[in-house]
Structure formats: structure tokens, C-alpha cells
């Protein structure tokens, strides 16, 4: 019989918002266990990303999530806009609805299509706009 250890060590782990301030922390931490890891980021070419066992994929590009998701058995969701208000108005508003509303209901919603056992979602404060 196998340990708890051994068959969490062998879970394929996607993150998004691997290249922001909370998502690194996670995607580090996964990397230092040796884990493999789907990193989902905003902008591919945002940060250099290429260490062993991880794989990229962009938030901007939905139709590549299906086959990335089916990989994992795990989703930490990291992806939120902190920084609400560079700018004002409705416009500055909408900005921060569409990453930390409707781009988290669509990464669940295709996470639990894919067949994703457990979707963790991490927020910093600053999603909060204080």
C-alpha cells in the first residue's frame, strides 16, 4: 500500500497566476518538491517560466485549457487583479471584474469539465482594492 506522501507526489498541479506575486510562491514551492506543473499565466512571454517539469499555457487562450486540465488532478487558482484601480470608471471596473469574476468562473467551470478533483482558490488582500 502506498503512503499519502507517494500519491500526492505524483499529482500534476496547475496554477494560474504562476507569475504573479502568490502564484510564484506556489509554483516554487511545487518545483522544490519536484512536482510537474501547469502554469497558467496571463502573457507567456511575462516571465521566464522555463524550469524543469513545468509546462505554460496562456489564460488568454481558452481553447488550450481542455487538453492542459486534463493533466491535472489539482487547480490552484493564484490569477487575480490586485492593483484595481490604475485608472478610473467603469473601464478600470470592468478590468477587474473580467480577471477576478468571469476569468475564475471560466477556469472552474473548465477545470470540473476536465475532470480537476480540486480546485483551490488563494487570494491575496489586494483583490479586495483596499
Do not use: Y
Not at 512536482?35 to 499555457?57: K, M, S, Y
Amino acid at each position: 500500500m502506498r503512503s499519502n506522501v507517494q500519491c500526492i507526489s505524483s499529482v500534476k498541479v496547475a496554477v494560474s497566476g504562476a507569475n504573479g506575486f502568490v502564484g510564484r510562491a506556489v509554483l516554487n514551492r511545487l518545483i522544490l518538491g519536484s512536482r510537474p506543473v501547469i502554469a497558467f499565466v496571463r502573457d507567456r512571454g511575462a516571465e521566464q517560466l522555463g524550469e524543469v517539469n513545468v509546462t505554460v499555457v496562456s489564460t488568454a487562450d481558452p481553447m488550450s485549457w481542455p487538453s492542459a486540465l486534463r493533466q491535472c488532478s489539482v487547480f490552484v487558482h493564484c490569477a487575480g487583479r490586485a492593483h484595481i484601480l490604475k485608472g478610473s470608471g467603469r473601464s478600470a471596473l470592468n478590468e477587474f471584474r473580467d480577471v477576478n469574476v468571469d476569468l475564475t468562473l471560466a477556469l472552474a467551470r473548465s477545470a470540473a469539465a476536465a475532470g480537476v478533483k480540486r480546485f483551490v482558490f488563494v487570494s491575496s488582500i489586494g483583490v479586495n482594492g483596499l
